[in-house]
């Protein structure tokens, strides 16, 4: 076969409905994010600090070869409900959640100081979404499908009402810097995470009413807002202290040593 014939079925078999433009742009966006956290995170010696590079880095990565593997068309599945509609599921999102939500929620909840035990359920209830989530997206039976999306948005609000009052409660007992960075970056969880359950609904998955192409978009658009978004206000933030910017009381004690 020429070459040009091979590239081009190659090409076309990236993505089913030209799609992979914007998995591709993901896939870009998450490891630009990626670099740039490990970038401005190399000299940073507070342990404190390098923690929340290390896990918003973790962040950045799985997603990025989420983001690869649904482009090269791995991490796509075809579910064919009970009435003989067929569907293709990008079921990659759901590893990449699955891992990535909760490294958010911990995250947020060491910025907060909150309980170790706090963060536990946080995380429980939030691993909890996303599998009734992924139930959602695999049914074959559309009452099974809505049924489970219920279920799961009803544990969403469990974890984005936690966030607000116990892990709230926690960061107002922070420093200034602390307690700005924690309302920030709870306001991106409370609006961008609140969407993924309308765009699935009004997605191919739920109503149809959005094609896969425009629904690949939003989940594109809100995966880098809720990721890399949220790192850089993380790791901007005087909050969490890194390389050059202000030296923290530790590092000074760390250095006098
Ligand atoms: C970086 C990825 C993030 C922040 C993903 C968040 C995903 C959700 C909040 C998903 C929620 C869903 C429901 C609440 C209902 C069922 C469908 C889901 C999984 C899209």
Redesign the pocket.
Known sequence: MPTDTVWALQMSSLGVEGEGIWLALGTVGMLLGMVYFMAKGWDVQDPEAEEFYVITILIAGI?ASSYLSMFFGFGLTEVELVNGQVLDIYWAR?A??LF??PL?LLDIGLLAGAKNRDIATLIGIDAF??VT?LF??LMTVPVARYAF?TI??I??LFVLYFLVVVVGEAAAEADEDTQSTFKVLRNVILV??AV??V??LVGTEGLGLLSLYGETLIFMI??LF??IGFGFILLRSRAVVGGDSAPTPSAEEATAD
């Open positions: 997603a759901y990449d959640w990535t939500t958010l979404m996303i989530g959602a997206t999306w799961s948005t544990a969403m961008a995470w993924y359950p765009a699935w809100l995966d809720a990721k």
